[in-house]
C-alpha cells in the first residue's frame, strides 16, 4: 500500500493511500510480454473432475437462486465433519460457519464486524496484501510486525511490545504467503498466551492448511482457551484449484459470527450457490488421497523451481508451506525488486512479483521477488530454463 500525494475531493479519504494490487498489475506485465506469470498464486492445472462435474449438476438441478446468507446447510455440515475429523475440532454449522465469496471477503467481514474505528490490529510481515487495507477499511490501524528473517519466525517479545489498550487482533497467515513458513506450535502458543493476558482476538487466514511438506498445521482455535477468541478464515480456492469460483469460510464464536454475517450479508448476500453445492461434494468425497497426492504434486514442483532459481543464482530456501518462494536476486542484479521484476518479465520471459509489497517499509523487499510454483511441472522448468540462460548471459 503507497500513500498517494494526491487529495482527490471525490472520493474518501480511507481510498487515497490504496494503491492498485502490485500482483494483478504483475499478471497484466506478463500478459503483455508474453511471459511465464509465476507472480499470481493460481494454478494453470485442471480442478477435479468430480468438483467440476458437481458445479455442472448443481446447475442442472437449478441450484441457481440465492443460497442461506450464511451457507448453504451442506456445505456447512461438510465443514463441521471436516472440522472434527481433521483437527478433533467440535463446530456448530448453525452458528459458529459463515460462508462467503472467498477468503477475501471473509477477512474484510471479519475485521468490519469486530474491529472499531481507532482500534489496532497487528499484521506480521511481510504479510498478504490484503491486510493492511482491510483495516483501513475499518478506519483500525495496521500495527506491523517484523518476522525475523532468515526464517521468519516471530519473536513474542517483539510482539508483546507492540501490544497496546488499543489492540484489537492479531491476523495471522499459516501456511504463510510469501515466506512458506508454517508458525510452530511453540510460537502459536506463545501468541495464543499473549492474546488471553492481553485480551485481544487472534484471526488466523489458514487458505493454505492443506499444503503442507514440513511441520504440522495447527489451527489456533484448537489451542487451550482460544477457541472463544479466534477467528478461523479459510476457504476452497487453493485446496481445491479454483481460485475463480470464490467460496471462503469463516468459523467463529456464535457472538461474532452473528456480526461477521450481518456484515457479510450486507457485503454480498452470499456465495455462489451451486459452487457451494460442489465444494460440499469435495469435501465430503475427496479422501486423504486426494490431499496427499496434491501435496506430492506441489513437492515436486517445490523441487523443480527451487533447483531453477537456485541454478541460475537466486538465494533460497524451501518452503515448509503454501507454494511461493521468497528469493533473493542481489547476487544476479543491483536493481530494486520492481525494476528487476520488469526487467525479468521482458528479458528473461519470466514474472515475479516484486517483494516491497509484502513489507510496509518498501526497503524491506528491496532485493527480493517472490515466485509461484503452483503451475505445471513443464511451465516451471521452461521457467527455470529462461531464468539460467538469462543469468548466465549476465542477468
Ligand atoms: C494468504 C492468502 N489469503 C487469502 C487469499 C485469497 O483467497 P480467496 O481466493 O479465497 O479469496 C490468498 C490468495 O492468494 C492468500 O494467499
Redesign the pocket.
Known sequence: MSVSTKTPSRTARRTWGFSESVIREMTRVARAHDAINLGQ?FPDFPAPDLLKEAACQAIRDDVNQYAVTWGAPRLRTALEDKYRRVYGMEVEGDREITVTC???EAMAAVLLAVVDPGDEVIVPVPF?ENYGPDAVLCDATPVHLPLEAPDFHLDIDRLRGLVTEKTRAIIL?TPN?PTGRVFTREELQAVADLAIERDFLVIT?E?YEHILYEGEHIPVATLEGMRDRTITVS?F?KTFSI?GW?V?TIVAPPDLTAAIRKVHDFLTVGAPAPLQEACAVGLESLGPEYYQEMVDKYRERRTILVDGLQSAGFRCAPPAGAYYILADFSEISPLDDVEFSLRLTREAGVTPVPASSFFHDPAMGRNLVRFVFCKENHTLEAAAERLRAFTGAGG
Open positions: 498464486g472467498g477468503a477475501t498478504y497467515n504467503n487466514d487458505i476457504g480456492s481460485t470464490r471462503g
